[in-house]
């Protein structure tokens, strides 16, 4: 069973940066795509930016675009979500997520997923 733990959340104020991170356990951790998804209150879940297993491929929403950069660290099981220029409307619970398969299409879609961590609240201030 892997298991993912996200750290970095925070309250800022609009136009402020912060940078989560998700470690996961599991010595396959390498050969994971990594996506992180976000759920605002009332709100379905978003997805945000995945990266596949080798850091070659990077996909990111649109809204999040020009703003949210993502990249691994595989030797210390990591993925991070850099996150600039934040807004009123990135507020949400950001969860990362691992597929075990390593695909590297289909990387929005949360249905690739296999695990997930709880999650950790962004607020951003306007």
């Known amino acids: 069973q892997v298991q993912l733990v996200e750290s970095g959340g925070g309250l800022v104020q609009a136009g402020d940066s912060l940078r989560l991170s998700c470690t996961a356990s599991?010595?396959?951790?390498?050969?994971?795509?990594l996506g992180w998804f976000r759920q605002a209150p009332g709100k379905e879940r978003e997805f945000v930016a995945a990266?596949?297993?080798?850091?070659?491929?990077?996909e990111l929403a649109d809204s999040v675009k020009g703003r949210f950069t993502i990249s691994r660290d595989n030797a210390k099981n990591t993925v991070y979500l850099q996150m600039n220029s934040l807004k009123a409307e990135d507020t949400a619970v950001y969860s990362c997520?691992?597929?075990?398969?390593?695909?590297?299409?289909?990387?929005?879609?949360?249905?690739?997923?296999?695990?997930w961590g709880r999650g950790t609240q962004v607020t951003v201030s306007s």
């Open positions: 997520a691992a597929d075990k398969f390593g695909r590297s299409v289909g990387m929005g879609s949360p249905a690739r997923y296999d695990y």
């Open positions: 599991g010595r396959t951790f390498s050969s994971y795509t």
């Open positions: 990266i596949n297993w080798s850091g070659g491929r990077t």
